[in-house]
Nanobody, 126 residues
Framework: QLQLVESGGGLVQPGGSLRLSCSAS????????IGWFRQAPGKERERVSCINNSGSYTSFADSVKGRFSISRDNAKNTVYLQMNVLKPEDTAIYYCAAARGASTCGSLTVAPNKYWGQGTQVTVSS
């Protein structure tokens, strides 16, 4: 069974950094694009970043461009979201997602059945 597990969240002061990890079991990540999403209280889930299966393509929401980076280590079956210069508005639960057969970010976007992790809380506050 395909499972995704996020880790690395926590409480950080504005301007700080965190690195989130998305680890997979039940399948090998090297065939899948991985998206990072977040959902703040009272807001819709939004996609923050995406990386294709090979790591040759990445995308970011305008709100995080220049501050966040995404990378993958297929040997460790893990995708990372490095978050720098964090702001209070980055506070949310962060999720990673994949879909069988979706090797590009475009195909992941339209995939009707995505697999989600349980999420990891990121709180940016002084």
């Amino acid at each position: 069974q395909l499972q995704l597990v996020e880790s690395g969240g926590g409480l950080v002061q504005p301007g700080g950094s965190l690195r989130l990890s998305c680890s997979a079991s039940g399948f090998t990540l090297d065939s899948s694009a991985i998206g990072w999403f977040r959902q703040a209280p009272g807001k819709e889930r939004e996609r923050v970043s995406c990386i294709n299966n090979s790591g040759s393509y990445t995308s970011f929401a305008d709100s995080v461009k220049g501050r966040f980076s995404i990378s993958r280590d297929n040997a460790k079956n893990t995708v990372y979201l490095q978050m720098n210069v964090l702001k209070p508005e980055d506070t949310a639960i962060y999720y990673c997602a994949a879909a069988r057969g979706a090797s590009t970010c475009g195909s992941l976007t339209v995939a009707p059945n995505k697999y989600w992790g349980q999420g990891t809380q990121v709180t940016v506050s002084s």
